[in-house]
């Protein structure tokens, strides 16, 4: 599946010097459209949820880009569940979002902080990366159930964030993430093959993310609008590809090999999308615990119709390869099983998260997607400085 890029909100604080340094949601509001962008519409869920609805879970989007529209409309098409709220700084995505989730008459919000202090249940966070630490604390005060978009945040300050707000979260509240590895059927099925030893002790892995560019560059008359819109461009808001496209492969490694790299080195930079900020191609490697090392490769610069994405696992007795559409269990010479993923593993992530606040199970995810997401911060260090990064030196004891 492509993945679908999310919708712009509101800015965390950067030096007020930097060239990405943000508006403020006021000062932005103002900018976009005047005293019409500060208008809410805003109706309590009551008012559009029937009594037969009234049963269901109701959940909340913030940020109505097209990743935030996609795993809204797999929410509401749910019959545990319904999107009875809709949130994003910029009323023009308000409309198409609706559309994508065939939903009606929700509530409609310009600003995150009103709609979580509305009566949701829970809440989608698919706004741009660097927003991911402040918003989930936010939602994790309000009391609510939270499905953030990955990463956790796009620097080591908003992983930190992220931790701590888990520690705070109310036990009975689920708190996921959209690494939907966790949840798909066949990286389920490859776990467990692995835990039972299929493959005997793993010696080796690597992974792989090779596809095209996913983000078209929108222009805009304002350069502070202009940076939200297209925030995906700018290192600071995205966090980079590696941060925000590649911490998936990250966190199957993360989950599989159960343990975190101790170090990193590697290389990257922009061959074809030059006028963006971030790179378009890298390659690094990882040395794991028990001297499992790791070579994981990505780009965004590959022509249309070619895509390559996956991990792989080797073992003493076979490798297992594991991706958004498959599973292939190699055994021995001419002996390998393929299972295919039925569906989108965004399916079974929402599925998992419904069934889990419907049977009061709930699971707090935020410790191990931080920690995948600065898997994703250490090789970007080693790339970044043009050195060897160490976890110790980087990060300290987090």
């Not at 019959?79 to 308000?94: Q, S, W």
């Not at 989730?101 to 706004?127: G, H, M």
């Not at 101790?262 to 963006?276: I, N, P, Q, S």
């Amino acid at each position: 599946m492509k993945e679908h890029r999310s919708g712009a909100t509101a800015c965390r604080e950067v030096p007020a010097n930097s060239p990405l340094a943000p508006v403020s949601r006021r000062d932005l509001l103002r900018t976009v459209g005047g005293a019409g962008a500060t208008a809410f519409t805003i109706m309590h869920p009551a008012a559009v949820r029937g009594a037969q609805a009234n049963s269901r879970i109701s959940v909340g989007l913030i940020g109505a880009g097209n990743r935030g529209a996609y795993d809204a409309s797999i929410v509401h098409a749910d019959p545990r569940a319904r999107i009875t709220a809709v949130c994003d700084l910029f009323e023009d995505r308000i409309g198409p979002a609706k559309q994508t989730i065939k939903v009606q008459n929700p509530a409609v919000y310009t600003d995150f902080e009103r709609l979580l202090a509305s009566d949701v249940d829970a809440v989608i966070i698919a706004t741009p990366p660097f927003e991911h630490p402040r918003m989930l604390a936010a939602a994790v005060q309000a009391g609510k159930h939270v499905y953030c978009e990955k990463p956790a945040g796009v620097d080591l300050a908003g992983c930190k964030a992220v931790m701590a707000a888990g520690r705070k979260a109310d036990p009975k509240k689920c708190l996921f993430f959209g690494f939907q590895q966790r949840h798909g059927a066949v990286y389920l099925e490859a776990y467990k093959r692995l835990r039972e030893g299929q493959i005997g002790e793993i010696v080796n892995a690597r992974g792989y993310w090779i596809d095209a560019n996913p983000f078209t560059r929108g222009t805009y008359a304002d350069p502070k609008v202009e940076k939200l819109r297209n925030w995906f461009c700018y290192r600071d808001y995205s966090g980079d590809f590696l941060i925000e496209q590649d911490c998936h492969n990250l966190d199957a490694l993360h989950w599989f090999l159960g343990a975190l790299p101790l170090r990193a080195v590697g290389y990257g930079g922009r061959k074809v999308r030059t006028t963006f900020e971030i790179y378009d191609h890298l390659s690094l490697s990882f040395e794991f615990p028990n001297g499992i090392h790791v070579n994981f490769e990505a780009n965004q610069l590959s022509p249309p119709g070619f895509k390559k994405v996956g991990e792989e696992f080797t073992g003493t007795k076979g490798v297992l390869e594991t991706s958004r559409n498959r599973l292939v269990h190699t055994k021995g010479p001419g002996n390998a099983e393929t299972i295919p993923q039925k569906r989108d593993i965004t399916i079974d992530a929402f599925e998992a998260f419904l069934s889990r606040i419907q049977s009061g199970e709930a699971l707090n995810m935020a410790e191990q997607s931080a920690r995948s997401t600065m898997v994703g911060l250490l090789g970007r260090a080693a790339m970044y400085k043009g050195r060897e990064a160490v976890w110790k030196s980087e990060f300290g004891s987090v």
